[in-house]
């Protein structure tokens, strides 16, 4: 791996309905470029839509559109259908991530990449991650409410990715956002002036 790629990249990760979002737009606020793997994953979903097809079937996808919210039934109940999905996205939501890290690290300046699943798929060489946390219960509940899901469900959905205690762990650093949005946006200060 060329070592230029993410010189001045730090990952930005945690579990579902951590919040990584919620702290994107407030380090947006403060002149940071994000890089969105979500986003990049969403464009190069639909710009496969035909794998898509061939690879789970006609009923994902409407008018060359892939129906996320069907796919990701399927896929979070399913491992090797997970696998299928991963095996097919992740090789291109890579290229694409470090496309845009090229560009990013130009300028020469710190930008954050938005990878919720850095710490599953660790094929990226970044050497710094902050982790957006919050406990597994709150976690719950935030999910339930966010996805109109029961328990279950959302149990599922985590089960999916490394605890989230695991993640801090390894974090280079850490923001918890069981608090307000007021005191996040203090604590995403703090953390601000820590890295410049």
Do not use: W
Request: net charge positive; proline share 2%; charged share 30%.
């Amino acid at each position: 791996m060329n070592k230029q790629i993410f010189k001045y990249a730090i990952a930005l990760t945690g579990g579902i309905a951590t919040g990584k979002s919620t702290v994107s737009k407030l380090l947006l606020e403060n002149n940071f470029h994000i890089i969105d793997a979500d986003l990049i994953a969403h464009t190069i979903l639909d710009d496969n839509y035909s794998q898509i097809i061939s690879l789970f079937g006609q009923e994902y996808v409407e008018n060359k559109k892939v129906l996320r919210k069907k796919l990701g039934k399927l896929i979070f109940s399913k491992i090797e259908e997970k696998e299928k999905l991963e095996n097919l996205l992740h090789p291109l939501i890579k290229k694409e991530i470090e496309n845009q890290a090229k560009v990013e690290d130009l300028k020469e300046k710190i930008y954050f990449i938005d990878i919720p699943l850095f710490f599953e798929r660790m094929h990226y060489d970044i050497s710094k991650c902050l982790v957006i946390y919050i406990n597994k219960n709150i976690q719950i509940q935030r999910l339930k409410l966010r996805d109109n899901i029961n328990e279950k469900e959302a149990l599922l959905k985590i089960s999916n990715q490394i605890p989230i205690d695991d993640k801090k762990e390894k974090a280079d650093y850490v923001i918890n956002n069981e608090d307000t949005l007021e005191n996040l946006r203090i604590k995403v200060k703090n953390f601000i002036k820590e890295i410049i």
